[in-house]
């Protein structure tokens, strides 16, 4: 079984929830206030950790109080937490989050984060079979260098460009595998996406960004829409009740590599990821709301023949 990798992003996630989001310039009262750790890379690399496939983080925190909890909640998921590193005169990572009807708001202060840079990414050893995966809550040409050495190591490189910020043609082309939403996906092709299109729509879209690579679009409850090999895979959604939909996205990427590390069929891993996700986001917070191996599967296990296959 090879190894996931995980370069990203680790955050105190600071939350409130509300009845209704405030307007711009309005104060609505909150019912309750939570910290939970979260963070992109956190959120994918407990995602993996948690189905059992030996996962690395590679990040940095802040010497502060949330970086100390940061990291003891991480070493208690499993994470491999070797190449985190405490940063002095640097916070940990934040976000300050709102939460309102199943629906959230984000605003993330990097701290930390933004100094992770190519020295951290060259540290551990990749190999043959390994998965890397990384997000856009760090530095870009961060990134660039880690799949640089992933594909030299001839490890699988997985990117979740999110959030959506411009990237270049260099950084692509060391993609094996791209994971994001429409939101995203609308950006990166300069397409007018919204939830409510044909999968078809996604497709079109997502297969300027193909050139050889496997594409992954999430589409929320509806599942995901895949293109390999230039030919489109839908995987139904599971219809479950949503309380915070936050992480649901990292916890699909996370639980997709940990498949792939598995060596699964695309299309297994990615009904598996859905399932993950469909969990994840019946519970609250990002990363300590990301399901157990043993959890996906009694899902699994527990569907009729044909259920979430193609229609
Ligand atoms: O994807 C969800 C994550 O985005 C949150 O945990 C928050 O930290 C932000 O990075």
């Given at each position: 079984?090879?190894?996931?990798?995980?370069?990203?992003?680790i955050?105190?996630?600071?939350?409130?929830?509300?009845?209704?989001?405030?307007?711009?310039?309005?104060?609505?009262?909150?019912?309750?206030?939570?910290?939970?750790?979260?963070?992109?890379?956190?959120?994918?690399?407990?995602?993996?950790a948690?189905q059992?496939?030996?996962?690395?983080l590679?990040?940095?925190?802040?010497?502060d109080?949330f970086?100390?909890e940061?990291?003891?909640?991480?070493?208690?998921?499993?994470?491999?937490?070797?190449?985190?590193?405490?940063?002095?005169n640097?916070?940990?990572g934040?976000a300050?989050?709102?939460?309102?009807?199943?629906?959230?708001t984000?605003?993330?202060v990097?701290g930390?984060?933004?100094?992770?840079?190519?020295?951290?990414?060259?540290?551990?050893?990749l190999?043959?079979?390994?998965?890397?995966?990384?997000?856009?809550?760090?530095?870009?040409p961060?990134?660039?260098?880690?799949?640089?050495r992933?594909r030299?190591?001839?490890?699988?490189t997985?990117?979740?460009?999110?959030?959506?910020?411009?990237?270049d043609?260099?950084?692509?082309d060391?993609?094996?595998?791209l994971?994001?939403?429409?939101?995203?996906?609308?950006f990166?092709?300069?397409?007018e996406?919204?939830?409510?299109?044909?999968?078809?729509?996604?497709?079109?879209?997502?297969?300027?960004?193909a050139?050889?690579?496997t594409?992954?679009v999430t589409?929320?409850?509806?599942g995901?829409?895949?293109?390999?090999?230039?030919?489109?895979?839908?995987?139904?959604?599971?219809e479950v009740?949503?309380?915070?939909?936050t992480?649901?996205?990292?916890?699909?990427?996370?639980a997709?590599?940990?498949?792939l590390?598995?060596?699964k069929?695309l299309?297994?891993?990615l009904?598996?990821?859905?399932?993950?996700?469909?969990?994840?986001?019946?519970?609250?917070?990002?990363?300590?709301?990301?399901?157990?191996?043993?959890?996906?599967?009694?899902?699994l296990?527990?569907?009729?023949?044909?259920?979430?296959?193609?229609p």
């Open positions: 079984m090879g190894r996931v990798f995980v370069a990203g992003s955050n105190m996630d600071v939350v409130a929830t509300a009845e209704r989001h405030p307007r711009i310039g309005e104060t609505v009262a909150g019912e309750a206030v939570f910290y939970f750790p979260g963070g992109k890379g956190a959120n994918q690399a407990v995602a993996s948690k059992g496939v030996p996962t690395t590679v990040g940095r925190l802040g010497a109080a970086g100390q940061l990291r003891t909640f991480l070493a208690a998921q499993g994470v491999d937490l070797a190449f985190v590193k405490d940063t002095d640097m916070h940990s934040t300050i989050i709102t939460i309102a009807d199943a629906d959230n984000i605003v993330v990097p930390a984060n933004g100094l992770v840079d190519a020295d951290d990414v060259a540290a551990p050893a190999a043959k079979g390994d998965v890397a995966v990384s997000q856009f809550e760090i530095p870009l961060t990134i660039a260098a880690f799949f640089k992933a030299i190591a001839g490890a699988t997985v990117l979740n460009p999110a959030p959506a910020k411009p990237a043609k260099a950084l692509l060391l993609v094996d595998i994971i994001l939403n429409e939101t995203e996906l609308g990166l092709t300069g397409t996406l919204s939830d409510g299109d044909p999968p078809a729509r996604f497709a079109e879209a997502a297969r300027s960004l050139q050889g690579r594409i992954c589409l929320g409850k509806r995901v829409l895949a293109l390999a090999d230039g030919e489109p895979l839908l995987v139904p959604g599971r009740k949503a309380v915070d939909t992480g649901a996205g990292d916890c699909f990427v996370g997709l590599a940990s498949q590390a598995g060596s069929a299309r297994d891993a009904t598996y990821a859905n399932v993950a996700a469909s969990i994840c986001v019946q519970r609250m917070g990002a990363a300590p709301s990301m399901p157990t191996a043993e959890e996906v599967s009694a899902v296990s527990s569907r009729r023949p044909g259920e979430g296959r193609d």
